[in-house]
């Protein structure tokens, strides 16, 4: 493990100033599912996860996937990160089919994914090393998502050292600093303190106005649904399908105040209802 550690930190470089986003320009990021479908098979039992998934999500939208426990959010999200293979249909990614993981897609877990011997500045740092970009580009990266989720006095702290929303603001920066097309977020803020969670929503609508990424975003939390997106999918299970979708017509600026406003309140009340029955 030593070996492996010695390996993997990054050395410590003098700090170089960067000016504005790392996405690459012309970047598209729009996902095509059609005719998606998954089933699990032993040989006592036959279970259909999935069925019939037919979803399109345009370049830089922020889409959330929202439905009770079981319906097949996580194996759908799963499938569109080619981290599961589906037994029916197809996924794309700007017209190329998805086969497996790529660098293209960055992906957030509820659980804190960071490695623990590794500084904030190296967990960022991290893909961009893999990818072999150089020592002055990785801290010019660093530095960029350090500012941009406001750990910069923290670049030289450990996970543990971390608080837990701090901790899913650098998992957020890592994933990004592979320059992906796409984001997707399986509950990101699903373990954190109520107060947090409405700070980090908040974070995250930042980054991605800055970043131009496209997010697929799952969540059990109707507000935090409504807050976050501008289009809402209803997921019901046995099997898993999508039972509606919602445009969210909210401000672009997404301030505390939106909550309070009749529109928000209303689609509240509207997938309350449709979730419950």
Request: proline share 5%.
């Amino acid at each position: 493990m030593e070996a492996v550690k010695q390996q993997i930190q990054a050395r410590e470089e003098p700090v170089v100033p960067t000016s504005g986003s790392t996405r690459a320009a012309g970047q598209r990021g729009e996902i095509v599912i059609a005719g998606l479908g998954k089933v699990y098979e032993s040989k006592k039992s036959r279970f259909a996860a999935l069925s019939d998934i037919d979803l399109s999500i345009g370049s830089n939208e922020f889409v959330t996937v929202v439905g009770p426990s079981g319906c097949g959010k996580s194996t759908l999200l799963r499938i569109v990160a080619g981290l599961d293979e589906q037994t029916d249909g197809s996924v794309t990614l700007d017209g190329n089919e998805v086969i497996g993981p790529g660098a293209e897609r960055g992906m957030v877990f509820q659980g804190y994914t960071l490695f623990p011997w590794l500084t904030v500045r190296e967990n960022i740092e991290y893909g961009p090393k893999l990818q072999g970009i150089s020592t002055l580009e990785r801290r010019a990266i660093s530095n960029y998502f350090l500012k941009v989720i406001k750990l910069e006095s923290f670049a030289a702290a450990y996970p543990k050292q971390l608080s837990g929303g701090m901790k899913q603001r650098v998992a957020i920066a890592r994933a990004l600093a592979n320059r992906p097309k796409v984001l997707l977020m399986d509950e990101p803020f699903g373990a954190l303190d109520a107060q947090t969670k409405l700070d980090m929503q908040e974070m995250l609508l930042e980054v991605w106005e800055k970043e131009k990424t496209t997010v697929l975003f799952i969540t059990h939390d109707i507000e935090e649904a409504i807050f976050l997106s501008q289009r809402i999918v209803v997921m019901g299970a046995n099997p898993g399908r999508i039972l509606k979708t919602f445009d969210v017509k909210l401000p672009a600026q997404r301030t505390p105040e939106v909550r309070e406003m009749p529109a928000f309140l209303a689609l509240r009340r509207e997938l309350g209802q449709l979730l419950k029955h």
